[in-house]
């Protein structure tokens, strides 16, 4: 099966390319770059052994997407393909909705166009917005406080529709809770541009020595040691996920699941983690609480378990270790001299 992957040069993306061309799938990796590294596709193919084909476009190009599930006979789409930043979403929302929602529906547009029916569409925890109970299951409300949240949630009403009007349509959304790690070669990894948002690129660019001190924001949260609770995901385990959600789509048409591992862990835990991983002390700095952060936020797993047959099997050790093992055998990401030899 020929599958493409929107966003196949990504941090999830990558991860889910080596873990669908291990499975034997062909692919063809969609992506324009705009946060992502050339030099990531040529490690997916020292990975996998075999080098992925790469089309360098824009989801928002709706003939070039056409063309190339045509050109490819590609039978499923897994659509990673988006822009990330809950800040950057609050500063500039049409850029967000433009990439984003606009994006997607070209894509749809493209699928319906070529006859392609199958379609994994990467959602994120970000739509339940402040839990009112937790483990979050499924069915809870749907609230996102923020533009990034809200076209994910857009995109999910949207694919609702979409499969509502056409029988033929199979489509699951994957909602990520918080992917972490990298994949245990050390070769591919996550790589922010900038300033990362996330607490554990952060930390891991703090213990390679390029930033002074992890600022931890909040130290009064409702938590067992005041920290931001999150469910924290090794990022292989979730391409994983992907690979089981395309099966899944063979027995079902419509699937909405969380992915993640039901287990909360504290910006605490997470220091120690990783500083247990590393072998070296991680300086914290308190800061006021980070705005539009929840106390906690944990996924119910039972439904990815039971449609999927899915479930995490990493640890946070795990997601330490491989977070270490790529930051320091790339300490300046893919834009390191080394990373080319
Ligand atoms: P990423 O930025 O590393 O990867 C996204 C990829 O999409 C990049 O390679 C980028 O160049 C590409 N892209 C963006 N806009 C594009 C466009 N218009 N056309 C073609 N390519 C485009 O992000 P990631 O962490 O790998 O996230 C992948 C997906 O998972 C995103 O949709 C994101 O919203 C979602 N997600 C991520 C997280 C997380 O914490 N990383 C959590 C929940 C959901
Ligand atoms: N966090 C932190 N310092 C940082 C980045 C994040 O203390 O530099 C905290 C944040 O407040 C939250 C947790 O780490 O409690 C996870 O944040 P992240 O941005 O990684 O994920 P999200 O908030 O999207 O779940």
């Keep these: ?168 349509l199979k489509i699951a959304i994957l909602r990520y809770f918080n992917p972490a790690g990298a994949h245990e070669s050390g070769l591919i990894g996550e790589d922010p541009r900038g300033t990362p948002n996330n607490v554990m690129p952060f930390l891991a660019q703090v213990a390679i020595g390029r930033r002074p001190h992890l600022t931890i924001f909040g130290k009064d949260y409702d938590t067992p040691d005041g920290t931001g609770v999150r469910d924290y995901l090794h990022v292989t385990d979730l391409a994983v996920g992907h690979l089981r959600a395309l099966d899944a789509l063979e027995r079902q048409d419509r699937i909405k699941v969380n992915l993640g591992t039901g287990r909360g862990t504290s910006v605490l835990d997470l220091v120690e983690a990783f500083s247990a991983a590393c072998g070296k002390h991680i300086p914290v700095v308190f800061a006021p609480r980070r705005e539009g952060d929840v106390a906690s936020s944990y996924a119910s797993c039972d439904l990815a378990q039971q449609i999927l047959g899915w479930r995490a099997t990493r640890d946070l050790k795990a997601m330490c270790r491989d977070a270490w093992k790529w930051q320091s055998s790339n300490p300046q990401g893919y834009g390191d001299p080394r990373s080319s030899s």
């Design 1 to 168: 099966m020929t599958i493409m992957v929107t966003g196949g040069a990504g941090y999830i993306g990558s991860h889910v390319c080596v873990e669908l061309m291990r499975a034997g799938h062909s692919i063809v990796i969609f992506d324009n770059f705009c946060n992502s590294h050339r030099e990531a596709v040529n490690r997916i193919g020292v990975i996998a052994g075999v080098s992925p084909t790469v089309i360098d476009g824009d989801v928002r190009d709706r003939g070039l997407l056409a063309s190339t599930l045509a050109n490819y006979r590609c039978s499923a789409v897994i659509h990673l393909a988006g822009l990330k930043s809950i800040a950057e979403s609050v500063s500039d929302p049409i850029r967000y909705y433009d990439n984003n929602v606009y994006g997607t529906l070209g894509l749809v547009q493209a699928m319906r166009d070529t006859g392609v029916h199958k379609l994994v569409f990467s959602s994120s925890a970000t739509v339940y917005g402040a839990p009112v109970y937790l483990p979050l299951r499924e069915d809870h409300p749907l609230a996102p406080c923020n533009p990034y949240g809200r076209t994910k949630l857009m995109i999910e009403q949207m694919l609702g529709d979409l499969a509502a009007s056409d029988g033929s």
